[in-house]
């Protein structure tokens, strides 16, 4: 009688919270649509911590190939804070796909175009809008990348269930025991009760990374179901895919309901109902140990869900930042020496000022402090990148050669390493020397030429090194304050400069490219226009006039 009570009153409690959740959900659902709308006409910006940028970077850490851009030139082109801007991923599982994307550059024009293939055909902003919805069902993880989860997954051992069964068993002869003696019968459920929950935990503690990307990977298929139907023709390869994984999943699937694979969806009353039952009766555990000894059979088809899902996502994130961007353009393959750019600008200004640029060889970039140098080198160098990672440059047209990029903006010295500025930045620009080697097309962008050591002994190295540079057919983009090393250089290297125009003691900066080399500095008049006391000011004029009078 006692366990016919107990399970009533279960049945009962359950069914309220779950039709208290489903309107909860319906309700959860329509406010996450009408966001995802709102989404899709509004400028945002994602702010990862650096914890969760190390998390979404695992990916690519992780799978890095002959193609991944190097630390240096992701450092120097502020690449976490463009990732961050274009980023508009739904789910955890996304976010590391995206990143790995702009980290991992396609070369292969081939592929850029099947890319832009499938970006074309994701147009309808309802079904883009159902899409999305349906991957913030995936949800985010918070302690470690998904790919990580899995990378553990792989390496896990399951341990034997007869401990949990028993546990299991003891529980109802708990309620039969109780109709036959209901004091001596509750004691002894009471005391099974607290053994399996406090067994419970400790096998939790040691399981919560697999337990977790197992749940995931159960919304995943989740996912996959609904996500299926709305995929457009473009889509029939990752399609058929899916459809595959799916049929192949349902043996893992089995038996693991709501209690594995809730999702965000999910309401608080219904979390609170399956925590309680994952306590008494360990069904998470029991599904865990009994998939990870067959996972192995899964993992090709798991790998392929994660590729599939994420390529997804990332795809809805490229397609929404385009939606939002006023100007933008698909790059095209430049077969002549040089590069091309129209009306380019960088992501991270808030008001940019756009730039052209024919360069039929190398450029040497001039122009006083402030004037743009360094923000227009960042801004080829990004959209270089994002041509060949998400087929999206920030221009009215761009064309370019398959290359690699790499850049030499600044470098950090060591103290650890008793590594010198100078020392650093010579290294970073052998490494350069040592790829061109390999007989690829590389375009590098430099500021300052050996900033690290004295004036003279700069402006001869700096000659030899672009000018070496320019004879193993690379792209050099670089900037300098030595008039010297632009006579020097004038027959290989295309002069431009950025100026500005000084009136009633105000500097004003056009941030415009122009042709030619730079005919005038503003060191010192900047000294005075940030308040520098004018005596220092005035004997700095006059040991300028000294030193060019020598």
């Not at 896990?156 to 708990?174: D, T, V």
């Not at 809805?316 to 129209?342: A, D, F, M």
Request: charged share 30%; with cysteine.
């Amino acid at each position: 009688m006692a366990i016919v009570v107990f399970l009533s009153f279960f049945v009962v409690l359950a069914i309220g919270l779950l039709l208290r959740e489903e309107r909860k959900t319906r309700i959860r659902e329509k406010q996450i649509e009408k966001e995802l709308r709102k989404q899709w006409e509004e400028r945002r910006e994602k702010n990862f911590s650096p914890y969760e940028m190390e998390q979404i970077s695992y990916l690519a850490k992780t799978r890095a190939d002959e193609n991944r851009v190097d630390e240096l030139t992701w450092e120097n082109l502020e690449m976490d804070k463009v990732y961050q801007k274009l980023c508009y991923c739904q789910s955890s599982l996304g976010e590391e796909y995206f990143y790995f994307l702009l980290r991992n550059p396609m070369r292969d024009w081939k592929k850029l175009e099947e890319l832009e293939e499938k970006l074309q055909c994701l147009s309808d902003i309802d079904t883009l809008v159902f899409l999305q919805k349906e991957l913030i069902k995936l949800g985010k993880i918070k302690k470690h990348s998904m790919r990580e989860y899995l990378d553990l997954f792989w390496k896990a051992e399951g341990k034997g269930n007869l401990f949990h069964y028993l546990g299991i068993i003891f529980l109802f002869l708990s309620f039969f025991w109780m109709n036959i003696s209901l004091f001596t019968g509750f004691l002894f459920f009471m005391a099974v009760l607290l053994f399996q929950i406090i067994t419970y935990f400790k096998a939790k503690a040691e399981l919560e990374p697999y337990l977790v990307s197992l749940r995931y990977l159960f919304r995943m298929g989740e996912t996959a179901k609904k996500v299926i139907p709305l995929l457009p023709k473009e889509w029939q390869k990752e399609k058929e895919v899916l459809e595959k994984i799916t049929k192949t999943m349902k043996e893992m699937e089995k038996g693991s309901g709501l209690l594995l694979s809730f999702g965000k969806m999910s309401g608080q009353g219904m979390e609170v109902i399956f925590d309680y039952v994952r306590m008494i009766f360990h069904p998470d555990i029991i599904k865990y140990n009994r998939i990870v000894k067959t996972a192995e059979k899964y993992k090709r088809e798991i790998e392929d869900l994660y590729a599939v899902l994420g390529e997804l996502d990332s795809c809805l994130s490229i397609v929404q930042y385009r939606h939002i961007l006023k100007v933008w353009t698909v790059p095209k393959e430049e077969v002549k020496e040089g590069l091309n750019i129209k009306g380019g600008y960088h992501p991270l200004v808030q008001e940019p000022v756009t730039n052209d640029l024919e360069l039929k060889k190398c450029l040497l970039l001039t122009g006083s402090n402030a004037s743009g140098k360094s923000t227009f080198l960042k801004m080829m160098g990004v959209n270089l990148l994002l041509g060949q990672s998400v087929n999206t440059c920030l221009a009215e047209a761009f064309s370019y050669p398959t290359c690699r990029l790499f850049t030499c903006l600044w470098v950090k010295d060591s103290l650890e390493r008793k590594e010198s500025y100078y020392m650093a930045e010579i290294k970073a620009i052998k490494g350069i020397f040592d790829v061109s080697c390999r007989k690829e097309k590389v375009i590098c962008l430099i500021d300052e030429v050996l900033r690290g050591t004295n004036t003279m002994e700069r402006i001869a190295a700096s000659a030899e090194i672009l000018l070496e540079m320019r004879k193993k057919g690379m792209i050099v983009l670089a900037a300098t304050h030595d008039r010297e090393l632009t006579e020097i250089l004038e027959k290989e290297y295309e002069n431009y400069h950025f100026g500005e125009v000084i009136e009633n003691q105000d500097i004003h900066f056009s941030f415009k490219l122009l042709p030619g080399r730079a005919d005038s500095s503003n060191a010192i008049f900047l000294l005075s226009h940030i308040g520098y006391d004018s005596s220092i000011v005035h004997r700095a004029k006059e040991r300028l006039e000294k030193i060019k009078g020598r």
